[in-house]
């Protein structure tokens, strides 16, 4: 799957190659500020399987990639993966709707009025150790990253 998305003004334009490792709805406090909404919906992928193809994106250490123009938050990344991985906001790609979450983070956050589905694992916070988030495959994915 390759999939287009990019900013809100079209000044930055990206291409993701492949499917995500996998999709997060994260229900912490800083996505809900810096979304703007209830959740972040996060698209978990290598950063090498992300291309700019129009504009120059900014990046900020703190809080990730954006358009320096209209100031979308584009992409951010973790201290648990480095720049390796990129935590790619579904909401920016051209059909976002193929993105429904994998699991939830930081569901201690979530808004009340906010059902999760059923059978989705959903985690108070991150998922730890012993949480078996990632298939096999998914792990060879993130490993294979990360010691690149």
Not at 4 to 27: F, S
Not at 88 to 100: H, I, K, P
Not at 102 to 128: C, M, N, Q, Y
Request: charged content about 20%; some cysteine.
């Amino acid at each position: 799957m390759a999939l287009e998305g990019g900013c809100h003004c079209g000044a930055v334009r990206y291409r993701m190659e492949g499917d995500p490792i996998c999709v997060n709805g994260c229900h912490c406090r800083d996505c809900q500020t810096l979304t703007g909404s209830a959740f972040a919906v996060n698209a978990m992928i290598e950063a090498d399987r992300v291309t700019v193809i129009r504009g120059e994106p900014v990046t900020d250490p703190e809080f990730g990639t954006r358009c320096d123009r209209c100031g979308v938050l584009l992409w951010a990344t973790h201290p648990m993966f480095g720049d390796a991985i990129l935590f790619l906001r579904a909401g920016t790609l051209d059909e976002s709707g193929r993105m429904a979450p994998d699991a939830h983070f930081f569901v201690r956050s979530k808004h009340p009025w906010i059902a999760l589905p059923e059978g989705v694992p959903a985690f108070e916070t991150l998922p730890g150790e012993g949480d078996a988030l990632f298939t096999p495959a998914q792990q060879a994915r993130v490993s294979a990253a990360m010691q690149a």
